[in-house]
């Protein structure tokens, strides 16, 4: 796979103060991947030092007075080719800079205040479609002892747990708000395992329960809340769909965005939803996207065949009739299923990355479709989606 990387954060002395911001996550992340250096300021031959400059009324400025809005453009144009012709689909920039940061930049005060925008450079890369983090992304999403991936499992994909090496076991009736008389369909499993995959520290649920056998969307989403307890920052949600005729394919899929048809939600039922700071949550970028764009390139590099697209949580038990399925091509809907969009909603709204993998292991309105079967796709895709959760969490 390869990244753009801003080079102050590999440890190039290229800033304006003459020196470097290396970034410790962003270093282990450079020495997994094919990594496109980066500097638009130097590339436009600012000289280092120079003093700092910032954006202000849409000029870039330096803290002496000298408009070097041009300069700027230049050298992002110019790093931009150079970016574009790599066809890396992500790129890890630095925080807060006038050519390099993503959201918020320096206020043009040089007081180190932030106001929101766009570096020159990263606007050139968002606008062709690539992945722009900062450095800040990429320490949120490393895992650790203290901050291990969370990984739950839908139907027929609970095997993944056979890869942790454990340290402890949870029985889910021990979890607070998993409900006590819950007892697991076939494919799941009611106990979580804390322990590593391939050296990285994980907590697996190999089951989960769902709106359509009577519980609430709060219990449903118990299982969330029990890894943001224990440190989790990074979600993986996988789950066995349905996929839409002319809109994807069976197989393994990347959720992008997903469509709650389930009518409920878990911050209307949770009782301790007064502890987020509000229950008012935007859902833009629920799906993080450098997490699914680390999904995507670890697939290519591994020539796993892997769709993108939509998810929408369906209530349930049944499958859909023909007019819903014709109603879900319609609106954009890519899979479908019966799990997953009140976990992720619950997972946004406390401030976890998630990432959203799933199994089709059926076109939708497909009336041979039985949940044994789903099992059986679920089995004959195993080494594949072993290998692409494995792989992510390997960059990571």
């Not at 801003?6 to 270093?27: F, I």
């Not at 649920?205 to 029990?226: D, I």
Request: glycine fraction near 10%.
């Amino acid at each position: 796979m390869r990244v753009i990387v801003s080079e102050c954060l590999r440890g190039t002395a290229c800033r304006y103060d003459g020196g470097a911001k290396p970034n410790s996550a962003v270093e282990e992340l450079c020495s997994k991947v094919d990594v496109v250096g980066v500097c638009p300021e130097t590339a436009s031959q600012l000289p280092v030092p120079r003093p700092p400059a910032e954006q202000r009324n849409g000029r870039v400025m330096l803290k002496d007075g000298t408009d070097v809005t041009e300069d700027f453009e230049r050298g992002a144009r110019i790093s931009f080719a150079k970016a574009k012709s790599s066809r890396a689909p992500l790129a890890v920039l630095k925080a807060k800079s006038p050519s390099c940061g993503v959201g918020v930049i320096y206020d043009g005060t040089y007081s180190g205040s932030l106001t929101e925008g766009d570096g020159v450079f990263a606007r050139l890369l968002e606008e062709e479609g690539i992945c722009v983090v900062t450095e800040d992304t990429v320490e949120s999403c490393k895992p650790s002892v203290e901050h291990p991936v969370a990984i739950v499992l839908g139907s027929g994909l609970g095997h993944l747990a056979q890869l942790v090496k454990p340290v402890r076991r949870i029985d889910y009736h021990d979890i607070d708000g998993f409900p006590q008389e819950a007892r697991p369909i076939s494919g799941h499993k009611f106990e979580a395992t804390i322990g590593t995959i391939d050296d990285v520290p994980v907590v697996v649920y190999p089951g989960r329960v769902h709106l359509y056998q009577g519980y609430s969307a709060a219990e449903v989403t118990s299982l969330v809340r029990h890894a943001h307890h224990l440190g989790c920052r990074d979600i993986i949600f996988a789950c066995a769909t349905g996929c839409i005729p002319g809109n994807a394919h069976k197989g393994l899929g990347i959720l992008t965005d997903q469509i709650n048809l389930t009518g409920r939600n878990p911050l209307a039922e949770w009782d301790h939803v007064r502890e987020l700071d509000t229950p008012f949550v935007g859902m833009t970028d629920a799906y993080t996207p450098y997490l699914r764009t680390l999904a995507r390139g670890v697939a290519d590099d591994a020539g796993i065949t892997v769709e993108e697209g939509v998810y929408a949580g369906m209530l349930g038990p049944t499958f859909e009739t023909p007019a819903e399925v014709a109603m879900l091509k319609g609106l954009g809907v890519s899979y479908v299923g019966m799990s997953t969009v009140c976990e992720v909603i619950m997972a946004h709204a406390l401030g976890m990355n998630v990432l959203g993998l799933t199994l089709a292991a059926n076109e939708s309105g497909d009336s041979s479709v039985t949940h044994q079967s789903v099992l059986e796709e679920a089995d004959r895709h195993a080494a594949d989606f072993e290998s692409l959760v494995r792989g992510v969490l390997r960059l990571l």
